[in-house]
């Protein structure tokens, strides 16, 4: 059973109980938030508390640990992720759990037999892949339009990244790297119509 929840909600948790051991466990947050999201009628409300507790069946799915706002509460999150493995549950429970690369030092690092895999940056065949999808569905009773606007968008991150390569480098690492930089720029070019040119541009039309 997959089971998602993002780390930032955990942090607030733990704020909210910071004076209660019994509460503040990673195990009784993710009982209460599955209950609250995803309550099925007539589960028992200790029924994700004791699957968790056995670790069986069960991938944990912990979503942004660079999210937690300051040193001392990532230092309790990052003992809390620990410590759920400690016990007896450790040996049968999995886990990811995801953070940026840069922020994945001092109280963020995780021990305990935790594996760091770093994702690789999109390359330029994938990039395209994902913009072609998208106008496939958002246009798809228009296939023609979809078709030209991905043309379109391609053509522009490839524009993009060579200005950005001409001013700053050969060197210089592609802005459009992620999925996410792909969604902005498909929000962006969707609703605006044209590509921006630079990185402050992006952000401030996509928000």
């Not at 004791?50 to 040193?71: A, I, T, Y």
């Not at 991905?150 to 690492?173: C, K, N, T, V, Y």
Request: charged residues 25%; neutral net charge; glycine residues 6%.
């Amino acid at each position: 059973i997959p089971i998602f929840a993002p780390i930032s909600l955990y942090a607030e948790h733990l704020r909210k109980h910071r004076d209660d051991r019994r509460k503040r466990t990673l195990t009784t947050f993710l009982s209460e938030y599955l209950v609250g999201c995803e309550g099925v009628p007539g589960l028992p409300d200790d029924f994700f508390v004791r699957l968790l507790e056995s670790g069986r069946g069960v991938f944990l799915l912990l979503d942004g640990l660079d999210e937690v706002p300051n040193e001392d509460d990532r230092w309790l999150v990052r003992h809390q992720i620990e410590s759920i493995f400690a016990g007896a549950a450790g040996t049968h429970l999995r886990a990811i759990v995801t953070c940026r690369t840069q922020a994945y030092k001092g109280s963020s690092t995780l021990a305990g037999g935790f594996r760091e895999v770093q994702v690789e940056p999109l390359a330029e065949p994938q990039i395209a892949a994902l913009v072609e999808r998208a106008y496939a569905v958002y246009y798809a009773e228009e296939p023609r339009k979809a078709k030209t606007q991905a043309q379109e968008m391609i053509a522009g991150i490839r524009r993009l990244e060579a200005e950005r390569r001409a001013h700053m480098g050969q060197d210089e690492p592609p802005l459009i790297s992620s999925p996410l930089m792909v969604r902005l720029l498909l929000i962006v070019h969707l609703n605006a119509g044209e590509m921006p040119k630079h990185r402050v541009e992006l952000y401030k039309e996509a928000v």
